[in-house]
């Protein structure tokens, strides 16, 4: 190998100085068919180059390829189950069982044919160690990875399952180094996508009152009322809240999995719905009083609420304690149809793409994944969508005057009766519009986050 290894080095440095500059490897290694997409590259680059002079040499070009080579031999080995030298498709799929991710055996097939190089729908070392020989992956979990429903795409919204770390993953800190990634591309994004959650919050809450307020009025009346910094109203809250949900909803959501699941048994799909779910509603008990916080900032006038204390002293002061949990019931309520539709939708997809589309690689791209995530998230949000409207407005029900206090159900009846099914939904078409930006901006920071953090050096 070691002499194959030399004549690869000499072909990728094309201008003969005996290193490799990032430009050459990947230039090189995507026009031998080597790699994809440029990042690949970029990750190979970055882990090989040992004394950061922002070259390869020789020596480093070819420690990288022995070392990854003994990764890739582990790898190889843990999906050979009955240990005769080749993998075949029902290896793949139980292999993936035992992450908890289920695949059909035709789908297996279809992962095999991408890196089947003979035909015999079987792979041996020599056809593992060439197709991964410069694909940064070095095992099934981070190949089939592509598809796991990241959290690290922030919509604005926290009623998601979270991520699914693995063993390595939790003993290396790269968790917690996701959740902080994470965690700051939601802050970014939540932020940037901010005056359009403003204005969704203000036609969920006045929208009846006018019956007329579009989004063109509700921006001039918002900036009208309080100026352009107005529009960010009720942001602070809404990014504070990140950090103590993320690390509840984490923390629980490995408690519910023990609770579900017999020790050393797969965590299924169903048993992940189920412990998201209760996770997420844990979180969400913990730190409702945000919420409602958040919806009163967003709602007020300018002067009510000098910030999130004075908010918070205020409530208290007039309304009591109870007041910190108004529309509780129907945001609890939200997460089995947002969290099931989202999963649901993102699994179907992923199937279809999966039987459809995959004929050279798994790996979908940036652009379908993306695709999926908004699309999932957005069926998640068109379902819990009323119930969300119901919590929303019972949080501000006592900032509007000569308004009646009203239970979960009498609200509903009322918004039914006055408005039709249309005023469930009232401030839809502003947090639809969020979703896209949200989506993008938050995958380019997370993924800028975790090379900075160091999440993606393997």
């Known amino acids: ?17 005996g290193t490799l500059d990032i430009l050459e490897l990947q230039e090189g290694l995507q026009r031998i068919g080597f790699i994809e997409f440029l990042e690949e590259g970029q990750k190979i680059f970055t882990t090989g180059d040992i004394n950061k002079d922002g070259k390869l040499d020789f020596e480093e070009f070819m420690k990288y390829l022995k070392d990854h080579e ?59 160690r060439d197709y991964f020989l410069f694909n940064p992956v070095t095992d099934i979990e981070e190949i089939i990875r592509f598809w796991k429903h990241s959290t690290g795409i922030d919509i604005g919204d926290s009623l998601t399952i979270p991520d699914e770390f693995t063993e390595d993953e939790k003993k290396s800190g790269q968790w917690w180094r996701q959740l902080l990634a ?28 006018s019956g007329k307020m579009n989004i063109y009025d509700g921006f001039r009346q918002m900036v009208k009322e309080g100026g352009i910094r107005s529009l960010w109203r009720g942001n ?15 923390w629980a959501y490995e408690q519910y999995k023990k609770l579900l699941t017999e020790e050393g048994q797969k965590v299924g799909t169903f048993e992940r719905f189920i412990s998201g779910s209760l996770a997420g509603a844990t979180a969400q008990t913990i730190i409702y009083p945000m919420e409602v916080m958040k919806t009163r900032l967003a709602v007020g006038k300018t002067g009510q609420y000098s910030g999130i204390f004075d908010c918070a002293k205020k409530i208290l002061k007039h309304e009591g304690m109870g007041a910190f949990y108004k529309g509780y019931i129907p945001n609890l309520l939200g997460i089995i149809p947002y969290a099931g539709i989202d999963l649901a939708v993102y699994e179907l ?33 068109l379902a819990s969508y009323p119930l969300a409207l ?59 986050m975790k090379q900075t953090l160091g999440v993606s050096q393997k």
């Open 182 to 209: 994470g965690g700051i591309a939601g802050a970014i994004s939540r932020t940037s996508t901010a005056p359009l959650d403003r204005l969704k919050v203000m036609m969920q809450v006045h929208g009846s009152k």
């Open 349 to 381: 997809l992923k199937s279809h793409w999966l039987d459809n589309y995959a004929k050279d690689s798994v790996n979908p791209g940036v652009v379908v994944l993306l695709g999926c995530g908004a699309l999932s998230s957005t069926c998640g949000q």
């Open 1 to 17: 190998m070691d002499a194959l290894y030399e004549e690869l080095f000499r072909y990728l440095d094309s201008n003969k100085d």
């Open 70 to 128: 003994k990764k890739m031999k582990l790898a190889f080995k843990s999906l050979d189950k009955n240990n005769d030298g080749v993998i075949e498709a029902s290896e793949i799929v139980q292999s993936l069982q035992i992450l908890g991710l289920t695949i059909s055996e035709q789908q297996a097939e279809l992962i095999l044919q991408s890196i089947d190089a003979d035909g015999t729908m079987t792979i041996d070392w020599n056809e593992w």
């Open 390 to 448: 119901v919590r929303t407005r019972m949080q501000a029900q006592a900032m509007i005057e000569g308004n009646k206090q009203m239970n979960m159900v009498g609200l509903f009846r009322r918004i039914v009766s006055k408005e039709g099914i249309p005023g469930l939904y009232r401030g839809i078409t502003p947090n639809f519009m969020k979703v896209l930006p949200a989506v993008g901006i938050s995958y380019v920071v997370y993924e800028n």
């Open 236 to 250: 602070g809250t809404n990014v504070i809240k990140i950090a103590p949900e993320t690390a509840i909803k984490f």
